[in-house]
């Protein structure tokens, strides 16, 4: 399996997929590592997410080459997945659009709310609930799609109405929350947002329920990233 994970942000790495998905290759683009020009040879592509935004290409020039990657990705119908900026960077790539939320900053545990497709996909289907929400999930976001691409297939939805997570054809994946993101990790977003002067007091008590739920995501998250592994690695039925 020759799986490419895209590093955006120093302060985003690839967390639990280290434990679920090994080996794969990090590009890490923040530290000048050249983006791949396109898919060729990949067989599967995750982009991660960080604290830029979508439309923040000026100062970090290294997004617009992973845009590129990802509508080539999709083009070759090469396993992708989005999270959280990538998932907002893929859907730019497509001709969706992307905003700041009107609510502020995420900064909590999210259930998604599925849509009646997700209980099929290949991908978020192993941890679909048939109940109205699915498992706990670090939602830290400022930006949302607010218009997914064409043809986009919308698997959940938020509380407050953000799109969570779509799917563009059989292999093309976006996620706004963080699978792959542990209670260690989140908490360097906010000291960093401390020293920015961006945060929030309510992003303390969000880091004190990330923490509280941190096993059961772990737990609940795994099935996703084995399930798009099965993907990447041509296998008919997800890894267990």
């Given at each position: 399996m020759n799986l490419l994970v895209v590093q955006p942000d120093e302060l985003c790495p690839p967390g639990h997929l280290t434990d679920w998905l090994s080996p794969f290759r990090v590009c890490r683009a923040y530290g000048g590592d050249p983006v791949p020009?396109?898919?060729?040879?990949?067989s599967g592509l995750i982009v991660l997410g960080g604290l830029p935004g979508v439309h923040d290409a000026d100062r970090v020039p290294w997004l617009t080459p992973i845009k590129r990657l990802l509508a080539d990705a999709v083009r070759q119908e090469v396993p992708t997945l989005g999270i959280c900026l990538g998932h907002q960077l893929l859907a730019d790539a497509l001709g969706g659009k992307v905003i700041s939320r009107s609510?502020?900053?995420?900064?909590?545990?999210?259930?998604p709310v599925w849509t009646?497709?997700?209980?099929?996909?290949?991908?978020?289907?192993?941890?679909?609930?048939?109940?109205?929400?699915?498992p706990p999930a670090?939602?830290?976001n400022a930006d949302t799609v607010a218009v997914p691409p064409p043809s986009a297939i919308e698997l959940a939805g938020s509380d407050d109405g953000d799109l969570l997570a779509f799917r563009i054809g059989r292999s093309v994946w976006g996620v706004q929350w963080h699978p792959e993101a542990?209670?260690?990790?989140?908490?360097?977003?906010?000291?960093?947002?401390?020293?920015?002067?961006?945060?929030?007091?309510?992003?303390?008590?969000?880091?004190?329920?990330?923490?509280?739920?941190?096993?059961?995501?772990?737990?609940?998250?795994?099935?996703?990233?084995?399930?798009?592994?099965?993907?990447?690695?041509?296998?008919?039925?997800?890894?267990?």
């Open positions: 020009k396109n898919a060729d040879g990949i609510h502020g900053q995420n900064s909590r545990v999210l259930r009646a497709e997700a209980a099929m996909d290949p991908v978020l289907g192993p941890v679909f609930d048939p109940g109205p929400a699915g670090v939602a830290w542990s209670y260690g990790i989140v908490k360097g977003w906010y000291e960093a947002q401390c020293r920015a002067g961006t945060a929030r007091p309510e992003m303390e008590r969000g880091l004190a329920e990330i923490r509280a739920a941190e096993t059961e995501m772990y737990a609940a998250w795994r099935p996703l990233a084995l399930a798009f592994a099965a993907l990447a690695t041509g296998s008919r039925e997800p890894a267990r």
